[in-house]
């Protein structure tokens, strides 16, 4: 994977890439201002909270329309400090879209990202990719599918995700919302990471490491084991591997139930500590 997948874009104060497909004088010309697509009326938010999400139907060319999915990456507090010496959230998404791209691992296509800066502070980044419109996220389905369902999801979704540790894909927020889901016509389960800015390549990434991923996944306690032997593919996962899973993801659990009780998500958006 290269950080110059891509052509480069030039609109003024917004620099970035985009996707050769989407290299057209109609679509440029369309995200020349995204604050302003983010704000028209017939822009549908996703999200409004830390960050701004919204779909947009944007012209492509020869009267094709294009479903836009935008990013809004919102940059205050310690971020714009960190900005100086950091690439911008909406080029790590783009970096981490396109690694997975380029493995033929699921994710939404990577359009462009554009981020302006001023004296080499960030000031506003967005990351567009095209819009999965019929993708479920996959705590829906952990919730709603029959037994025998959910066990099919969980081999392929299993498999989906060894295959990117195996690539060196390392996402660091595999959470039930960062993953779509779409059945092919064939019958088989599609998956989507999102929030690919999070993601990390790595060389190689071991097994406790790959494993210590997991724990954010709301996969029901009586399929975790069956799920984890599937993901190190063996028929029955070491007890070893087995402790290490549980011991993480109860401390995962404990956690975020404290720093819910204690209120510090809403704290920290007050302080505008994102």
């Known amino acids: 994977m290269t950080d110059e997948f891509g052509l480069g ?12 497909e989407y290299h057209t004088s109609d679509f440029i ?21 830390r960050n701004r999400i919204a779909v947009v139907r944007l012209s492509l ?26 690439a911008s959230k909406a080029r790590r998404a783009w970096r981490g879209s396109t690694a997975l791209s380029e493995a033929g691992l699921g994710t939404p296509l990577p359009v462009a990202y554009l981020e302006k800066r001023m004296k080499s502070f960030l000031e506003q980044s967005y990351f567009l990719t095209e819009y999965i419109a019929d993708g479920t996220e996959i705590r829906i389905l952990f919730l709603e599918l029959s037994s025998s369902a959910l066990d099919q999801l969980l081999l392929e979704l299993a498999h989906f995700l060894s295959q990117c540790t195996r690539e060196g894909i390392y996402h660091r927020d595999l959470s039930d919302g ?15 990471l999102l929030d690919t800015n999070r993601i990390r390549c ?8 790959g494993i210590k991923s997991l724990i954010r996944l709301g996969i029901p306690r009586n399929h975790q084991k ?3 032997a599937l993901y190190v593919h063996r028929s029955a996962v070491s007890r070893g591997l087995w402790l290490w899973y549980r011991m993480n993801k109860v401390g995962y659990t404990n956690y975020m139930a ?14 505008k500590i994102q």
Not at 202 to 209: A, D, E, H, P, V
Request: proline share 3%.
């Open 61 to 86: 060319n020869e009267g094709k329309a294009v479903d836009i999915a935008i990013k809004e990456f919102r940059t205050q507090g310690v971020d714009k400090l960190k900005s100086l010496f950091q």
């Open 29 to 49: 010309t369309a995200i020349s201002d995204c604050a302003a697509l983010l704000s028209h009326p017939s822009s549908r938010i996703l999200e409004e909270s």
């Open 178 to 192: 960062n993953i779509l889901v779409r059945k092919s016509t064939q019958g088989q389960y599609q998956f989507f």
């Open 202 to 209: 790595k060389n190689k990434i071991g097994s406790l490491r």
């Open 226 to 228: 069956t799920f984890l």
């Open 258 to 271: 404290i720093k819910r009780a204690l209120g510090l998500p809403k704290i920290a958006k007050k302080l």
């Open 9 to 20: 874009l030039d609109l003024g104060s917004f620099s970035g890439r985009i996707h050769p």
